[in-house]
Each structure stands twice: as C-alpha cells, then as structure tokens.
C-alpha cells in the first residue's frame, strides 16, 4: 500500500510543468524515504533528477516499493482538474496497476477522486559520479530564466563563462550576438543575491532548447544553482520548499576540429 | 536480399531487441551506410511521374539526387555518414544473382506485355523493378560523394560485411542498411529506414544483435544457421522450412550438422552438396579490408567542384546545390552535441515486463498494457 498526501497540489503541478517537456512518460519510484523520479530525455542529452522526501509530505506510508510509470500528458490532464490550493492524496495498491489521485479544496466542500492507468516502462538508472564542481553559482531562478529566454533569440547554444567577478552569458546567431553578464553581489545574505564559488574559471557550451526547458522549473523555487566544471554535465538545480530538489543534468556541446 | 524474414522473426520473438527512434537522435553518430543498397534505393525510389530523373541527354541523376539531398539531411542532424559500396560479389552468390537476372528478364517481358497494352501502372511497377546499378552511377556517386566532403570506402567485397567490421571494430556507431544479412554478420547496432525520405515519416528502427541472440538464447554460431535455414544469398535452403520451423530446429539441434543428420528427409528436401558450411564461413570470414586500414574523414564541400559536377554536367539547379552546399558548410562549423551517456554508466536496466510475464510474477505495481508486442520507448 502507498499513500502520500501533500498541503498543496500546486507543487504537484508546478513539478509536472517543470518535467513534462522533457520527458513524455516517467517512472515514479516511491520507497520508504520519499518518491524518486530519474529519466532521460529521447535523444539522452539531458536527464531530469526528482527527489520528494518522505518528510516533506503531511502523510507518507509506502510499505512495499511501487514503481508507477505513468504518461506524464495523461498526468497533466488530472492535475488540471485540481487548484492550487487543494489537498492532494495519492494512493496505489501493491501491484496495482492504477493510481488514485484525491483532491480536496481547502473549504472541505468539494473532493474529487481520479483514477489513472498507470504503464510498463523500460527504466535505465544511471550512476552520476560524486563530482566537486569547479564553479558553483546561486542566483535568483527568476533572473536565469529571463537570461536563457532573451539568449535563446540569438542562437542554437548559449556559452556560460564564469570568473571570479561574474558569469557572463553569450549567444550568437544569424541575426546577431548577446552577451548577458551577472556580476557576483555585494552583499551575499539577501535572497536576490548572486553568488559564485570558483575553484577555477570555466567556459561550457549548452543547447538553448534544454537550457529553457529547465527554466520552466523557476516557478518551484526563487533561487537556482548552477554547477559547472570543465568538460562535464551542468548541473541545474531547484529546492523544492521542505520537500526535496529537481535536478537537471545537461551534456555540454563541444567543439570538434579534428574533422571526426 | 538478405535474410528471408529475419526482421519478422525477431519482430515476434524477440520485440525487444527492436528500439523505434527519431531521425534527430541520431547528432553526432557516425554511421556506415550500405551505399550499394541505397543506390538500388534512389533508383527505384526517386522518380518522378513514374520515370526516372534524368539530365537534358538523358542520363539518369535520380541517383545522385538520392545521395546529394539524403545526405545532407542525415549531415544537417548532425550525423557523420560513411558510405560502403559493394566490391566484387563472392562465388557463393552466383547463384542468387543469376535468380535475379532471371527475375529480371520476367520483369522486361512483362513490361513489354505491358507497353503494348498500355497499362502504366504495370509499367511503372516492371520498369522499377528492371532497375540496375552500372558502374557509370557508382562512380558518379563516389565522385559526387568526394565533392561533398563525405567518406566512402569500397569494400573488397559485400558493402554489408564491411559495414559490420566497421561497427564491430568502433568506427562507427551503427550500420544503416535495409539488408538484414548485415546482423549475421555481426552488426550490433543496425538501423532500418535511415536512408529513406523525409516524406514518408518512418521512424528509424534499430536492431540490437545482442539482444536478439539473449531473447532467442543463441549463440552467434547458432544465430548464423539459423539464418542460413531461414534463406540466405549464398546457398539454398531446406525445403518445407519456414521460419517457425528453422527456429525450432536450431534450438532443439543447436546446428545444421545435426539436423542434417537428423530430419526426415523425404519430409524435407535437403539440397545436395549442400554448401552451407561454405555460407557459414562467409558470414564469419567475410573477406573485409581491416578497419585500422580505414580511415574516415570528413571534410568540407567543395562548393565549385559540386557546381561544375551537378550543374553543368548534369543540369540540377544552381542555386539549390549552392544551398546544400552551405547546409553541408554550415553543419561542419556547429558544435557537436554530446550525450549524457558518455558521462554517466548505466548502472541498471528495468526492461518493462510484457504481458506474458506479468502474470506468473507479481512483484511491483506495474503491468502489461495487454495484447501487441508490448510497450517500446521513443515513441
């Protein structure tokens, strides 16, 4: 038996949004410690990490472990017929092969169940090494998302180059170039603060199309950090409030010159 | 024509070892494509009101139309084509080849039949099928391929073989032919459809040898003969033999030898001097040039030469070679994309369990969606 109930269905569908055009259909992993979610995307450049504590919600019990793959389109349609605010339970029999969804609004006048179908899915866990980032950088996930959108005009990739004194954004295009700098904050406490930690200074390039992707995740959280080093996977991560984080992994684009 | 209803076979057998997948998925591959197979392709394939392109003397480009414009299509997803033509035929195909001469000498007379009685859909339909490749369009698409800054490798003998040494050895990520026989020779990763036009919408289907011979559970000895059994070009096979047959025999006889030995052989016509073993070693020691004796580069187009090749000589459009021309130029510049699996190592796989499974184990919450062959990912 599994059963988990969160305050607020609103999370449920800001994750939804911050997930569903990467991915088109996903196995939801619950254990006892909370409900994981690892997936790549089709052409395998990106994977989407989704970790919700057990903790983080108002009840939890899941006594054996359930994997429910579920059509994440299919998912969105459920989740359109709760608001923000309700009350959401969702309940899954051992073996079952549906999962039960629960809405109740915060006035306890209206409860609304819905059952979903739930899918067979191929699933390929991938180990992600422990890696020391060589540059950290924490900014308002408000600010990465306008940067990414206003680059994404200009072109195909957009090149993050960070040092000590800023991370500088840059885009070019047929119509022309962009450069978007964000300089290290003064004071470090407030939360519109940009901050980096540098062990080194790097420059990757990433594809702008994923780099958007992720930003839909900034309605979950007011801050984002970015993990970079040298010729490996950025890291894109939000906090879920209380609960837990989404994570994107993104495989750089590099140059070839050896004609290869 | 390859292996007779392998792709079937494994379709229904083992649906697992069959992934569907977009054509942009493919940035950053290289592949070997059978150019021999993709020429008979073009030929057939790109026509238009029946009848082959051809230049203002009347000459046919439809293959070279075929390699220019699929070309770029594969170039401009960020694929690294490497075209493997057909060298001399081995011995052991004479036979199959002479059957095709035959067949095509049906086709002429049947075409004649049918221009007399003007029946154009019967002659569209012979006139394709009387298509062959002279060595006038291999070496225009050589040249053609040389212009456009792409690789291509003439194999000492069949195109498939090479692509399968190619594959084998790591120069390319996987073979793109429509031949099945490019498994039975060792292919692990072949991909159907690659070559064919953007109008018609077709995924890409990969086959994966692997898990063929997992779900099948054969060894690579065994798979060949079963090949063979099923019906190869190099040498018959037993009659009354199809496909559910040949896979039942090589699991309870493990080899040609012994169900030679065993059948009933006024049941089945075993052909005399059967040569299979001759086909067998065809299939394991292919005559192949060694792929450290390969080298692949891709360079970029030459603009002009490709102008002066396809425009002057063979009356294409100028300003759309000039434009594929840039297309090839501008997809050398970009950066590659790479994947995530480099990075990262699959630490498991979870195959989604198919119908049958589901019922005799009862672990976990999942279940088949019922009936088909089950659920495939990248849809």
């Known amino acids: 038996m599994f059963e988990a109930k969160l305050q607020q269905a609103g999370t449920l569908k800001k994750i939804l949004d911050a997930i569903k055009e990467l991915l088109t259909e996903a196995t939801f992993d619950c254990t006892d410690s909370g409900i994981q979610l690892q997936a790549m995307d089709n052409s395998h450049v990106s994977l989407v990490s989704l970790n919700l504590r057990a903790d983080g919600f ?47 609004a915060s006035n306890q006048e209206r409860v609304s169940d819905f059952d979903m179908k739930l899918m067979n899915l191929d699933q390929e866990h991938l180990g992600i090494p422990e890696t020391d980032y060589a540059c950290v950088v924490k900014m308002p996930s408000a600010e990465f998302a306008r940067v990414i959108r206003d680059l994404s005009q200009f072109g195909e990739s957009i090149t993050f180059s960070c040092s000590k004194a800023g991370v500088k954004f840059s885009s070019t295009g047929d119509i022309g170039t962009g450069n978007v700098k964000v300089a290290q904050s003064s004071s470090v406490d407030s939360k519109d603060a940009t901050t980096i930690e540098l062990q080194e200074p790097v420059t990757l390039t990433f594809a702008s199309r994923y780099l958007g992707l992720f930003a839909k995740a ?23 409030n209380d609960i837990g984080y989404v994570r994107y992994y993104l495989a750089p684009k590099i140059e070839d010159d050896d004609g290869n | 024509m390859g292996i007779l209803g392998l792709a079937k076979l494994i379709g229904d057998i083992a649906p697992q070892a069959i992934k569907e997948n977009e054509f942009k998925n493919y940035f950053g591959r290289k592949v070997a494509v059978d150019a021999s197979m993709s020429l008979y392709q073009f030929l057939i394939a790109v026509r238009q009101e029946g009848a082959q392109l051809t230049s203002a003397d009347g000459e046919t480009t439809s293959h070279l139309m075929g390699f220019f414009y699929r070309t770029i299509r594969m170039v401009e997803n960020g694929i690294k084509p490497v075209y493997v033509f057909d060298g001399k035929p081995p011995q052991m195909k004479s036979g199959e080849l002479e059957k095709r001469t035959e067949r095509r000498n049906e086709a002429q007379k049947a075409l004649d039949i049918a221009v007399e009685a003007g029946n154009v859909e019967e002659i569209d339909k012979q006139s394709r099928r009387l298509v062959k490749v002279s060595k006038t369009h291999v070496e225009e698409a050589q040249k053609l391929l040389k212009l456009m800054g792409i690789p291509f490798v003439t194999a000492p003998c069949e195109a498939e073989a090479q692509c399968a040494a190619l594959q084998k050895s790591g120069k390319v990520y996987a073979v793109a032919t429509e031949d099945m026989d490019a498994l039975t020779f060792g292919t692990k990763v072949l991909l159907r459809h690659l070559t064919f036009s953007e109008a018609r919408k077709m995924p890409i289907k990969e086959f994966y040898l ?129 994947r995530l699996d480099t990075f990262f190592t699959v630490k498991s796989t979870t195959q989604a369990k198919r119908p049958a499974e589901t019922k005799k184990e009862e672990k976990g919450g999942k279940k088949g969606r019922g009936g088909g062959s089950g659920y495939r990912r990248g849809k």
Not at chain 1, 225 to 240: A, G, R, T
Not at chain 2, 215 to 239: H, N, P, R, V
Not at chain 2, 271 to 276: I, S
């Open chain 2, 210 to 338: 692997e898990k063929v011979l997992e779900a099948l559970e054969f060894t690579m000895d065994e798979f060949i003969d079963m090949c063979i059994l099923l019906g190869c070009d190099y040498c018959d096979s037993i009659k009354g033999i199809g496909p559910k047959r040949a896979l039942d025999l090589i699991r309870q006889h493990r080899s040609i030898e012994t169900i030679v030995e065993k059948i009933d052989s006024k049941k089945y016509g075993v052909p005399e001097n059967w040569p299979f073993k001759e086909a067998r070693r065809l299939f394991k020691e292919p005559e192949i040039t060694e792929s450290d004796q390969v080298e692949l580069n891709w360079t970029g187009p030459d603009e002009e030469g490709l102008v002066k090749f396809l425009v002057e000589e063979k009356g294409f459009a100028e300003d759309r070679i000039r434009n594929g021309s840039k297309k090839l130029q501008k997809a050398k510049q970009t950066s590659t994309q790479v």
């Open chain 1, 58 to 104: 108002e009840t939890y019990r899941c006594d054996r472990n359930v994997s429910m793959g579920m059509n994440l389109t299919s998912l969105g349609k459920i989740l359109k017929c709760c608001s923000a605010d309700d009350v959401v339970t969702m309940k899954a029999q051992d073996a079952a092969d549906i999962v039960t969804f629960v809405f109740e």
């Open chain 1, 218 to 240: 900034s309605g979950l959280s007011e801050r984002v950090q970015l993990s970079m080093s040298p010729e490996v996977p950025l890291v894109v991560e939000f906090k879920i």
